[in-house]
């Protein structure tokens, strides 16, 4: 246990030294759903984007928090490589993992997220002042296999969207992502998750304009992805946060 809570401690401090933004979520599923009692209560969100003459780099980190620490870590890493003039076509390549804690009868115990490389393609837009963003990328996806639980490897797909949109001259954000892949372990074989985001930026109000803060929600909308506390995820869940994010 301590050393899965050093482990999270120094991933959200070599985080910190390279984001471009940092999200505080108070969780509202274990208020709302009877079957999700467990459920983490606070997630910060380090997130990263960088673009450069070959591509982009992507990153976050969630780490969630229960009343008596950290519970769990979770992360994906992406970077993606032109291979058009018009740099929309992009060639892609992304890594997720992680690893979580629990308690049963008074004991802690860990897991590991099966983690995955992603391989595929991407598409990107955006409008002239980059207010408008939208991408779509399709993957191949290779599961390694899970050596803790012994689950074995099913490989599959997964087609991810991308969105970003700031209006009202800058006060408010809509983003987000909606990510369907093959998991032929649930009902249909298709996983869909998707996080849509609303931000006021309050830096855009007069006399606010260093204070980068924005105050929001995020919306967790999923089928077959939320694990209740009967050990199931087949469910359907539309789980809000009240949020804060700073953006350096």
Not at 31 to 45: A, G, I, K, Q, W
Not at 88 to 93: D, L, V, Y
Not at 180 to 185: C, E, H, I, R, V
Request: charge should be neutral; hydrophobic fraction near 35%; glycine fraction near 8%.
């Amino acid at each position: 246990m301590k050393r899965f809570l050093t482990v999270s401690a120094l991933l959200m401090l070599c985080s910190l030294g390279f984001a471009q933004n940092v999200q505080l979520h108070y969780d509202l599923g274990h208020s709302l759903y009877n079957d999700l009692t467990p459920r983490e209560d606070v997630t910060t969100t380090i997130e990263m984007f960088k673009g450069d003459k070959w591509g982009s780099t992507y990153f976050f980190t969630d780490i969630d928090y229960k009343s008596d620490g950290v519970m769990g870590a979770y992360w994906e890493i992406s970077r993606e490589f032109n291979v058009s003039k018009n740099k929309q076509w992009a060639a892609h390549i992304e890594y997720n993992g992680g690893s979580a804690t629990g308690k049963t009868d008074g004991s802690y115990y860990g897991n590991r997220y099966q983690h995955a490389v992603l391989l595929g393609g991407a598409w990107n837009w955006h409008n002239a002042n980059f207010s408008r963003t939208f991408s779509v990328q399709a993957m191949y996806k290779y599961y390694f296999k899970n050596a803790h639980t012994g689950a074995h490897p099913f490989n599959g797909f997964q087609v991810t969207e991308v969105w970003g949109m700031t209006f009202a001259k800058g006060l408010c954000t809509f983003s987000g992502f909606c990510d369907l892949w093959y998991d032929p372990n649930v009902k249909g074989n298709l996983i869909v998750l998707s996080e849509p985001q609303f931000w006021f930026n309050l830096n855009t109000l007069k006399g606010w304009k260093d204070i980068n803060l924005s105050l929001g929600s995020e919306t967790e909308i999923s089928n077959n992805f939320v694990w209740n506390e009967d050990g199931r995820h087949d469910k359907f869940y539309a789980i809000p946060t009240i949020a804060a994010k700073w953006t350096f």
